[in-house]
């Protein structure tokens, strides 16, 4: 699969669709969810055109994939999540739920998370 450079994330990443910006740097936009899951949302995405976290761990440099988790580290102290803890969850393909085919971390915390699965 090609990646799609008209996504939501492509158009966020090129400042076409506005976002509440948490963090940003050379490797990662981070921003609040529109329809949050938990206090605390938090959409994580490489600025590269990568489609999934299978496609990223593959086609990222190793220089990507460090600023990437490095910039989640940041993000997860900066918002106060590392303390109490969070959920970090990477939806793939059809079946994980993927609903942007753009690679993306959800953060979720400021409350205890329900069940990994539900029945």
């Given at each position: 699969?090609?990646?799609?450079?008209?996504n939501?994330?492509?158009?966020?990443?090129?400042?076409?669709?506005?976002?509440?910006?948490?963090?940003?740097d050379?490797?990662?936009?981070?921003?609040?969810?529109?329809?949050?899951?938990?206090?605390?949302?938090?959409l994580v995405?490489?600025?590269?055109?990568?489609?999934?976290?299978?496609?990223?761990?593959?086609?990222?440099?190793?220089?990507?994939?460090?600023?990437?988790?490095?910039?989640?580290?940041?993000?997860?102290?900066?918002?106060?999540?590392?303390?109490?803890?969070?959920?970090?969850?990477?939806?793939?393909?059809?079946?994980?739920?993927?609903?942007?085919?753009?690679?993306?971390?959800?953060?979720?915390?400021?409350?205890?998370?329900?069940?990994?699965?539900?029945?």
């Amino acid at each position: 699969m090609a990646y799609n450079d008209q996504n939501i994330f492509a158009k966020i990443l090129r400042g076409e669709i506005p976002c509440d910006k948490v963090y940003e740097d050379d490797y990662v936009l981070a921003f609040n969810d529109i329809a949050p899951q938990a206090p605390v949302h938090i959409l994580v995405i490489p600025k590269g055109p990568y489609i999934s976290i299978d496609d990223f761990g593959r086609d990222a440099s190793a220089e990507e994939i460090q600023g990437f988790y490095a910039a989640v580290s940041k993000i997860v102290n900066e918002q106060g999540l590392a303390s109490d803890g969070f959920r970090s969850i990477a939806n793939t393909g059809a079946y994980g739920g993927q609903e942007v085919p753009h690679y993306h971390l959800h953060l979720l915390g400021g409350k205890k998370i329900g069940p990994m699965v539900s029945p």
